[in-house]
């Protein structure tokens, strides 16, 4: 059996070449308001992950910047970008669903 991961883009971009995750295939499998892209990577370690990436342009997220006033430090995350095709800094982030989310606040505790 085959992993797919759901992935969200907010750009219509292609993947950039040269990372050290290879884009092994990308097709797209729907275009409306909202495209999908059906991309498999592989990973350095050799094995394929499939990608379901969704594009598009008024998508309603949310952006976590965690500040440690103790400290005065910033928390972020370095991650597997799928549009970049390479790691990344950034900030924890997540899609607001009207069904689940009372408030784009609510979105950001969850």
Known sequence: ASNRVLAMSGTSSEAAAGGVFEIVKEEQLFKRFLRIND??????NGKEIK???????SNKFVTILPFFSKTKEFAVIRE????????????????FEENKHT????AAEC
């Open 39 to 44: 991309r498999v990577v592989k990973y350095p």
């Open 51 to 57: 990608f379901d990436i969704l594009c598009g342009r």
């Open 80 to 95: 597997y970008c799928q549009g970049i095709n390479d790691f990344s800094i950034s900030v924890a982030c997540g899609g």
């Open 103 to 106: 408030s784009l606040q609510h």
